[in-house]
């Protein structure tokens, strides 16, 4: 690795904060939706987003490669890459929900080594890089001390394939439910991943996620 995670990470939050300044812009315009399936959407601000941030990235890490979201032809990830969300919780985008995120994550080495989560509408940006800590808009955070399932609060997602999945997901969902404070269904995992991050959610769970998905939060 020659460059320092830490070194990088307050460009790439510079990053991610100019290219949610999108979303915001977009947030009040009629918008154009397309179906990659039968309930997942993508949006012209999904892609104005990916593309902004992947000349912004570019500028910071030239030789660095890039798995997206909108533009991915697989999930392989060699050398050094930038994992991108441009729009996490499209859904909550098109209905007007404000619980929508961009992530980005630094692989190398085969590891993540820096992650940074911003949710344009609600002001919070959560940044991690590997052996730094975790942080909320430059305040150190941490996960839940709580140990015991029935006092814990506990975030899920359900899978675009809900059709084919929905009587695991219903029996799984039960035996969380009767077994915990409740659960609460954000709509994008990068929000999960972050608010489980800061003690909000005392766990979170779901199946059938792609990395761009989970990279940053984890």
Not at 19 to 46: F, M, N, P, Q, Y
Not at 128 to 136: F, I, P, Q
Not at 171 to 177: E, I, N
Request: net charge negative; charged share 25%; proline share 4%.
């Amino acid at each position: 690795m020659d460059f320092s995670p830490q070194d990088l990470l307050p460009r790439v939050e510079s990053a991610v904060d100019k290219s949610g300044e999108i979303i915001l812009d977009h947030w009040s315009r009629a918008k154009t939706i397309r179906h990659k399936g039968r309930v997942d959407l993508v949006t012209e601000t999904d892609v104005a987003v990916e593309k902004d941030l992947g000349a912004r990235l570019s500028a910071i890490l030239p030789k660095a490669g890039f798995l997206a979201e909108e533009t991915a032809s697989g999930e392989d990830l060699e050398g050094t890459t930038w994992i991108v969300d441009p729009l996490d919780g499209t859904t909550n985008f098109a209905h007007g929900l404000p619980f929508v995120a961009v992530s980005v994550a630094l692989w190398s080495e085969g590891e993540i080594v820096l992650g940074v989560i911003h949710l344009p509408r609600l002001g919070e940006t959560f940044s991690a890089v590997k052996g730094g800590g975790a942080r909320l808009n430059n305040k150190l955070i941490r996960v839940s001390a709580t140990e015991d399932l029935e006092s814990s609060l506990i975030a899920t997602g359900f899978p675009y394939d809900i059709r084919t999945r929905a009587d695991e997901e219903v029996q799984r969902l039960k035996r969380v439910l009767v077994q915990t404070r409740g659960i609460r269904r954000m709509g994008a995992a990068a929000v999960d991943l972050a608010y489980t991050a800061c003690g909000c959610f005392d766990a979170y769970y779901e199946v059938g996620l792609k990395p761009w998905d989970t990279a940053a939060g984890w």
